[in-house]
């Protein structure tokens, strides 16, 4: 008997939704297509998910963040649920502090809001800050310290502390391999 096709039109709307959305921008200072980011956390959603929903959250998590795109528009175009899971995982802006001073600020409400969010988003979180994570030790075994100048938090111990805490938000995970990864990453980073 041959295995049934995966339906995968939603995951395949929203990657090309998220390609438009971050057509000819650059993932800071690593000289290539933002895009390969939220593909990254993709595929590592993908290992402990099939839930097209959330695989398309994934393609998708940084839109609102980064892109004019909002999430009204994310709702309209995919729906309640996945709109609710891109919010989750957008950082909170505070009107008239800068992206620098409210650094501290908007990393304590995120690991607030992954402590409270449910599973889904908890699965979609670690997808994006595993791939962050990835790209901050492979940086760090070549730059060393200089990598923490493109930030906008400057000193490791802030990138530590940070880390920690949604490692710390996201333990309900730490029975999935992900999870088991970012842990050993942000060890090894910050040993």
């Avoid at 959305?21 to 595929?43: D, F, N, Q, W």
């Avoid at 398309?56 to 995919?78: G, K, M, N, Y």
């Amino acid at each position: 008997m041959a295995n049934k096709p995966l339906d995968t039109q939603l995951l395949d709307r929203a990657i090309i939704f998220a390609v438009k959305a971050h057509s000819g921008t650059e993932r800071r200072g690593k000289g290539y297509p933002y895009i390969v980011h939220p593909l990254e956390a993709v595929e590592i959603v993908s290992t402990m998910t099939s839930d097209q929903e959330l695989l398309a959250a994934a393609a998708l998590h940084d839109t609102v963040e980064d892109t004019p795109v909002t999430v009204e528009q994310i709702r309209a175009e995919f729906g309640p649920r996945i709109a609710s899971l891109v919010a989750a995982e957008s950082d909170q802006v505070f009107e008239g502090v800068s992206e620098s001073d409210s650094w501290h600020d908007r990393k304590q409400a995120a690991i607030d809001r992954l402590a409270r969010a449910s599973r889904e988003a908890k699965m979609v979180a670690l997808g994006d800050k595993l791939s962050n994570m990835r790209a901050i030790a492979r940086d760090y075994a070549m730059q060393g310290d200089a990598l923490w100048s493109l930030f906008h938090a400057k000193d490791p111990r802030d990138h530590e502390w940070h880390y920690r805490g949604l490692a710390d938000s996201l333990r309900e995970l730490e029975d999935t391999f992900a999870f088991k990864e970012f842990e050993r990453l942000i060890n090894q980073v910050f040993a």
